[in-house]
């Protein structure tokens, strides 16, 4: 099983850019895929984007797409997400997970089997 931990989150201000990082041991990334979901308070998990790790083929949730970019660095084991013009809304506990599921299954939580702990992303108006 892949072991995941997430880094990059913070505090800042509407319309700033943050980059969260997700990095792989244990087992690699190779033939998963990758998965960022989040959940804010109160609110249930919420697919944000996906990536398969060998072709690099990306979905993104309606809500992020032409804001976030999802990519990986195969070398490093490690997939990103760059998020730019946040929004007060894109607060929330953000999670990387990995998983082997078809492409139409990729924006389902249920897809992925490894999680990461998460990392908070706050963004103030």
């Known amino acids: 099983q892949v072991r995941l931990v997430e880094s990059g989150g913070g505090f800042v201000q509407a319309g700033d850019s943050l980059r969260l990082s997700c990095a792989a041991s244990?087992?690699?990334?190779?033939?998963?895929?990758m998965g960022w979901f989040r959940q804010a308070p109160g609110k249930e998990l919420e697919f944000v984007a996906a990536?398969?790790?060998?072709?690099?083929?990306?979905q993104y949730a309606d809500l992020v797409k032409g804001r976030f970019i999802i990519s990986r660095d195969k070398s490093k084991n490690t997939g990103y997400l760059q998020m730019n013009s946040l929004k007060p809304e894109d607060t929330a506990l953000y999670y990387c997970?990995?998983?082997?599921?078809?492409?139409?299954?990729?924006?389902?939580?249920?897809?992925?089997?490894?999680w990461g702990q998460g990392t908070q992303v706050t963004v103030s108006s």
């Open positions: 990536l398969r790790w060998n072709s690099a083929n990306t």
């Open positions: 997970a990995a998983g082997n599921t078809i492409w139409s299954n990729m924006g389902s939580a249920g897809g992925y089997s490894s």
């Open positions: 244990g087992h690699t990334f190779s033939n998963n895929n």
